[in-house]
């Protein structure tokens, strides 16, 4: 699991250092999700990478780390296409999630999402709202499996909405 972490976040820092023409930023932020199956919220933190392609259109990759509970953590690898309308953008995304608890399968998903960049120099903060669509695996032999009913295999829908907020550095100006 921290080779898959180290990766992603080399792959994540190359991204951003491809385009220094282009006002490649890079961004820390804390993150929130309300998962349809899972009893508690998850709390955790990102990076994130953000291209401009066009004044209009930008590429985002992030990598984050959410907790759920003592039982289930969840590490989204992502890429978003972005539409931004000035200071606010809408975009949505792919990501490969994987699952940090025994007997829970890793899995693709996608989302939606919608903030506002607000930039103050060379950093800036950004809040956005993000609905995420995901299931799952889940395995008798699991510690999640009795709370969810699990006889044999079943599906877990981590579907949900959340939030992020955080700081870029290097934002151009609009």
Not at 17 to 40: E, L, M
Not at 108 to 118: P, Q, T, V
Not at 146 to 173: E, H, Q, R
């Amino acid at each position: 699991m921290k080779r898959i972490i180290t990766l992603a976040l080399l792959a994540l820092l190359a991204v951003g250092s491809t385009a220094p023409r282009a006002h490649a930023n890079q961004g820390i932020f804390a993150t929130y999700w309300n998962a349809k199956d899972v009893n508690d919220n998850g709390y955790g933190f990102g990076f994130r990478s953000k291209v401009p392609i066009t004044p209009f259109i930008a590429f985002d990759t992030r990598v984050t780390y959410i907790k759920f509970n003592s039982d289930l953590s969840i590490i989204p690898i992502e890429a978003t296409g972005i539409l931004r309308l000035g200071m606010l953008y809408v975009g949505a995304g792919v990501g490969y999630y994987f699952f940090d608890a025994s007997h829970v399968d890793n899995n693709f998903g996608w989302y939606a999402l919608g903030g506002i960049d607000i930039p103050a120099g060379p950093v800036g903060i950004f809040g956005e709202v993000k609905w995420t669509s995901l299931s799952t695996d889940v395995n008798s032999g699991s510690p999640l499996a009795p709370g969810l009913g699990v006889s044999s295999k079943t599906t877990l829908k981590v579907d949900g909405i959340g939030a992020n907020i955080g700081v870029m550095f290097g934002v151009p100006k609009l």
